[in-house]
């Protein structure tokens, strides 16, 4: 089926620093969305993103968060700064329109110290 | 999570038998997907759903969205079909998934 790639697949950052998740979402989709998953539980959704704009956002997608697309490169998550509880596996998805299925990439594993 | 409720949380199977997992809605739910989380970590597509049955192999599925809930059945299990299954559904209009808490299924020889 269609691949959603991310880069890195694990990164250990010190708190306070600032990290970059990116995704390469599938060529043709236009909605993009970042999910987290802390210890194999519950998929959180963080964030969806569509025409360069943010179109919903969940209380997990604290101020520190942003997200951009630039010229249609990677979809990336960025973090500034980090703190402990950000620690989890970050899910990239992507999806032909809103209410079509969803592809996911598989993860990036980030550990705050 | 609340809103998408996922039973049971935990299921071992001989290998051959038949088995089904099932996801409660308290949100109206417009589309469902299925997933498999394998041992690495990786999510794989079963199903995405608008109401109805889909049927893939040994596995089937159907999505009853007046009586908010989704089944999936899975017949002569396999070892590999051993991992985390999560329901997820849709109810914006954004796309955004509200996942269950899966259902750990461990299929022994």
């Known amino acids: 089926g269609p691949k959603v790639l991310q880069i890195p697949s694990h990164q250990i950052i010190d708190m306070g620093q600032m990290v970059t998740l990116n995704c390469d979402p599938v060529s043709n989709h236009l909605y993009f969305y970042w999910y987290k998953q802390i210890l194999g539980q519950q998929m959180e959704f963080l964030v969806n993103?569509?025409?360069?704009?943010?179109?919903?956002k969940s209380k997990l997608f604290k101020d520190q968060f942003s997200v951009e697309r630039p010229d249609g490169s990677y979809f990336t998550l960025k973090i500034q700064p980090t703190a402990l509880e950000d620690s989890a596996v970050y899910f990239c998805?992507?999806?032909?329109?809103?209410?079509?299925?969803?592809?996911f990439g598989p993860g990036t594993r980030l550990t705050v110290l | 999570g609340d809103k998408v409720k996922q039973s049971p949380s935990a299921l071992s199977l001989q290998e051959g038998t038949n088995s089904a997992l099932r996801c409660n809605f308290s949100?109206?739910?417009?589309?469902v997907q299925w997933f498999l989380q394998n041992p690495r970590g990786s999510l794989i597509n079963l199903f995405y759903?608008?109401?109805g049955t889909k049927e893939n192999g040994r596995l089937k599925s159907a999505f009853d969205s007046k009586e908010s809930y989704s089944t999936l059945h899975i017949r002569d299990a396999q070892l590999e079909d051993s991992g985390t299954y999560f329901c997820a559904a849709e109810n914006t209009n954004t796309g955004k998934l509200t996942f269950g808490d899966g259902t750990v299924l461990t299929v022994k020889p």
């Open positions: 759903l608008v109401p």
């Open positions: 949100i109206a739910a417009t589309t």
């Open positions: 998805a992507s999806s032909l329109d809103s209410g079509y299925e969803q592809y």
């Open positions: 993103f569509y025409n360069g704009k943010v179109m919903e």
